[in-house]
């Protein structure tokens, strides 16, 4: 099946520690995304990829990181900077081909401070 | 004034009937308009994708572009229980990256 898929699906952060979100798509698509999602608000641009080992900032890029070494997936890394980290984070993909703008979207991790 | 505004609801409909989702958007640059049905603690879900001005229908959905007044909808007809979710607007312009922006999204609930 193809898809993105999104790992682990509740993650628990202590504080001052780094945690990573996994983000895999088999859909061969360039394009990956990732959004978070707080409750009441739209989806909110973190970082984006177009290709493999390029990214750029979002809207709200501070305290988040990632790398994209591979074209299928683009994990990000919620670092202790980051002081309001709980959230349900959306990582997205799309295809390349001319006319095709929409996103495809994984299942989300739900982020939980302790 | 945020990009594109949508309002929050919740919409409460009863079974059967046609609900009208609404969003506007202030950049005349957007070309690509979607609608995302997100049910609860799951991930968007990819509905009607349009480009530019114009209707487009796929079984009881019906998505509308007005670019002339900013302002787009989706229509659901004989609106079913299974309909209840979050429905989100999003656009973009053709811009590098071809960033979406989101509207706030929509609570959907349909009574049985």
Partial sequence: ?114 | QKEVEQDPGPLSVPEGAIVSLNCTYSNSAFQYFMWYRQYSRKGPELLMYTYSSGNKEDGRFTAQVDKSSKYISLFIRDSQPSDSATYLCAMSARVKGNKLVFGAGTILRVKS
């Fill in chain 1, 1 to 114: 099946d193809g898809g993105i898929t999104q790992s682990p699906k509740y993650l628990f952060r202590k504080e001052g520690q780094n945690v990573t979100l996994s983000c895999e798509q088999n859909l061969n698509h360039d394009a990956m995304y990732w959004y978070r999602q707080d409750p009441g608000q739209g989806l909110r641009l973190i970082y984006y990829s177009q290709i493999v080992n390029d990214f750029q900032k979002g809207d709200i890029a501070e305290g988040y990181s990632v790398s994209r070494e591979k074209k299928e997936s683009f994990p990000l890394t919620v670092t202790s900077a980051q002081k309001n980290p709980t959230a349900f984070y959306l990582c997205a993909s799309r295809g390349g081909w001319t006319g095709q703008e929409t996103q495809y979207f994984g299942p989300g991790t739900r982020l939980l401070v302790l």
